[in-house]
């Protein structure tokens, strides 16, 4: 593997945490933000148009969809473990967040939609994608 | 386990960086095996070492906890 294939990966983990980060907070507004305000098609579109506007960002600008010919694993080592760690972070989470709707979805669930829990649990997903990697990433 | 990559690595004027160039692995993976907290593959080891011209047992030394 060239260094310029390495230095590519790097550089596509570190923008896909940030990634990941972003689109964890948008979802997390969508999910929770109708809840206090009773409201939701605002948001909603907001919710959309930044989705779509930050995913063309990420692929235009970095062309990562490209450069990483659809690869499911990173070819460094230890870009490969750390990459691994964080989904078992996803799992972990994502396990507590639902957890956490089974013992207290009674008292939510007449307020909360299936769209709403949906984006809360992606919400989840890509917020903790995004924090294990910055975190297992620092020097 | 503890290594010697940082004093080699050192001794030969490299940065971590340069040093990942050489053996084509990310600086992050010099960085981490550095502190010890990641472990290498036996390739990664064994590219180390044949860089260094010296051998794995040299590089990494285990601990009694290992």
Known sequence: MSNHDIKNEEKFMGQNAWFSLFMGVTLLIISVYPLLTQTSAPLLFFGTAAFLGSFCMFVIRGGFTWKMKYHLTYKDEYLNTIDTIAYKHVVLGLLFSMGGVYLFSDDLALEVSHTMMASFYLAVMCLIYGVSILWQSKD | ?66
């Open chain 2, 1 to 66: 386990m503890q290594n010697q990559i940082a004093k080699y690595r050192k001794e030969a004027g490299l940065s971590q960086q340069e040093l990942a160039d050489l053996i084509a692995v990310s600086r992050k993976t010099i960085s981490t095996v550095e502190t010890a907290r990641f472990t290498p593959s036996v390739i990664i080891a064994l590219k180390i070492a044949r860089h260094f011209n010296t051998s794995v047992e040299s590089l990494f030394t285990l601990q009694e906890h290992d």
